[in-house]
Antibody, heavy 124, light 107 residues
Framework: EVQLLESGGGLVQPGGSLRLSCAASGFTFSSYAMSWVRQTPGKGLEWISTISGSDRTDYADSVRGRFTISRDNSKSTLYLQMHGLRTEDTAVYYC??????????????????WGQGTLVTVSS | DIQMTQSPSSLSASVGDRVTITCRASQSISGYVNWYQQKPGQAPDLLIYAASHLQSGVPSRFSGRGSGTDFTLTITFLQPEHFATYYCQQSHSAPYTFGQGTNLEIK
């Protein structure tokens, strides 16, 4: 059974930093791309970053240059280092396992399994 | 960025009903759409990928259709556990944007 367990959320002041972790189990971690998705009551679900099994990274414009996604395959753990936090970064942050499938020889991606989320609150 | 517009934003239905939720992309995205279900206090669950392919373990009451810019999620014979919020997501290109959600409520 796939399990994803986020940690590291909390209250931080604007301009501060925080590192989120996501411990994975139940699958071959190194074989899968992993994503971070956040959710706010006002903006709904927002994909923010993905890292491939070979460490290729992708970011939403809203976090590029401030957030860094990384992974440690030896520990089956995904990270999100967040700097320069803003009040609008307040959200529940989910890590998710990304699957790639190819029905009809076209590659499709989806976030198949999600953690329970960790709340980040940016406030003075 | 590709915008995903869901309708309706909320929907009231009864157990046993058939409902359809629509998602429209701001540009053609072929079949690159996923659908998720989210219950209060829980993470989203993948229902459908590639517009019409059922995720393993998802009952066949759920079905998806569409290509290009217009997509639908249909749930037949609504059960109490289906009352939740549903989101579409485009997987065509980054940023992988979501619709704003459809809150399915019991009438």
């Amino acid at each position: 059974e796939v399990q994803l367990l986020e940690s590291g959320g909390g209250l931080v002041q604007p301009g501060g930093s925080l590192r989120l972790s996501c411990a994975a189990s139940g699958f071959t971690f190194s074989s899968y791309a992993m994503s971070w998705v956040r959710q706010t009551p006002g903006k709904g679900l927002e994909w923010i970053s993905t890292i491939s099994g070979s460490d290729r990274t992708d970011y939403a414009d809203s976090v590029r240059g401030r957030f860094t996604i990384s992974r440690d395959n030896s520990k089956s753990t995904l990270y999100l280092q967040m700097h320069g936090l803003r009040t609008e970064d307040t959200a529940v942050y989910y890590c998710a396992k990304r699957s790639t499938r190819s029905p009809g020889n076209v590659i499709y991606i989806s976030e198949d399994d999600w953690g329970q989320g960790t709340l980040v609150t940016v406030s003075s | 960025d590709i915008q995903m517009t869901q309708s309706p934003s909320s929907l009231s239905a009864s157990v046993g009903d058939r409902v359809t939720i629509t998602c429209r992309a701001s540009q053609s995205i072929s079949g690159y759409v996923n659908w998720y279900q989210q219950k209060p206090g829980q993470a989203p669950d993948l229902l459908i990928y590639a517009a019409s392919h059922l995720q393993s373990g998802v009952p066949s009451r759920f079905s998806g259709r569409g290509s290009g810019t217009d997509f639908t999620l249909t749930i037949t014979f609504l059960q109490p556990e289906h009352f939740a919020t549903y989101y579409c997501q485009q997987s065509h290109s980054a940023p992988y944007t979501f619709g704003q959600g459809t809150n399915l409520e019991i009438k």
